[in-house]
């Protein structure tokens, strides 16, 4: 079983930077990819990037490139989502996650998630 917890959420103005944090524990975890979603009022759950314990490898949804960053602390067990820039649109509740195949991108190929963080971005 694998447990991840958020943290780092909160309401920041537009353009303003947040950095999220997970958090994951028990059994063989570093064998997952990891990646962290979004949810909007109203909305599907949406894919944000991944990343791969073991190499670092990431890979972004086409429309975060550019402002928004993963990356993972092996001695801390945890994987960030930087974001910059942001913007009202950005707002949601995000979701970390981790998924038996490290090229995982839809929300069904994930096994374990957290409990999510809220990200508001005022105007």
């Known amino acids: 079983q694998v447990q991840l917890v958020e943290s780092g959420g909160g309401l920041v103005q537009t353009g303003g930077s947040l950095r999220l944090s997970c958090a994951a524990s028990g059994y063989g975890f570093s064998r997952f990819g990891m990646g962290w979603f979004r949810q909007a009022p109203g909305k599907e759950r949406e894919f944000v990037a991944r990343i791969t314990w073991s190499t670092g490898s990431t890979y972004y949804a086409d429309s975060m490139k550019g402002r928004f960053t993963i990356s993972r602390d092996n001695a801390k067990n945890t994987v960030y989502l930087q974001m910059n820039d942001l913007r009202p649109e950005d707002t949601a509740v995000y979701y970390c996650?981790?998924?038996?195949?490290?090229?995982?991108?839809?929300?069904?190929?994930?096994?374990?998630w957290g409990q999510g963080t809220q990200v508001t971005v005022s105007s």
């Open positions: 996650a981790a998924a038996g195949s490290r090229a995982a991108t839809y929300v069904s190929e994930f096994d374990y």
